[in-house]
Nanobody, 126 residues
């Protein structure tokens, strides 16, 4: 069983930065694929970024590439999402997700993740 707790959301101005954190419980964190997804009001949940256990493989959505950065500290069982150059369209609830099974290269598919955090709100004002 894995529990995920996000923190770091809040209000930012366009062009500003925020860093999200996701603390994971349980064993095996270093072997788990960790992902960030987001859901804006009235829209479907969408992929943002993901990292393999060793961080050797990282993938980003085109909409955040060059602005967001995912990283992880396996000693602290924590994954981060550094968000720079924020835009109003980045406003959403951001979710941390973990995959404890084999995910192959399907990092962008929410259905491949079996544990989810409760979400943290990010609001970007123009």
């Amino acid at each position: 069983q894995v529990q995920l707790v996000e923190s770091g959301g809040g209000l930012a101005q366009a062009g500003g930065s925020l860093r999200l954190s996701c603390a994971a419980s349980g064993r095996g964190f270093s072997r788990e694929v960790m992902g960030w997804f987001r859901q804006a009001p009235g829209k479907e949940r969408e992929f943002v970024a993901a990292s393999s256990g060793s961080a050797a493989y990282i993938v980003y959505a085109d909409s955040v590439k060059g602005r967001f950065s995912i990283s992880r500290d396996n000693a602290k069982n924590t994954v981060y999402l550094q968000m720079n150059s924020l835009k109003p369209e980045d406003t959403a609830v951001y979710y941390c997700a973990a995959s404890t099974g084999y995910i192959g290269t399907s990092y962008t598919q929410s259905s491949r993740y079996n544990y989810w955090g409760q979400g943290t709100q990010v609001t970007v004002s123009s």
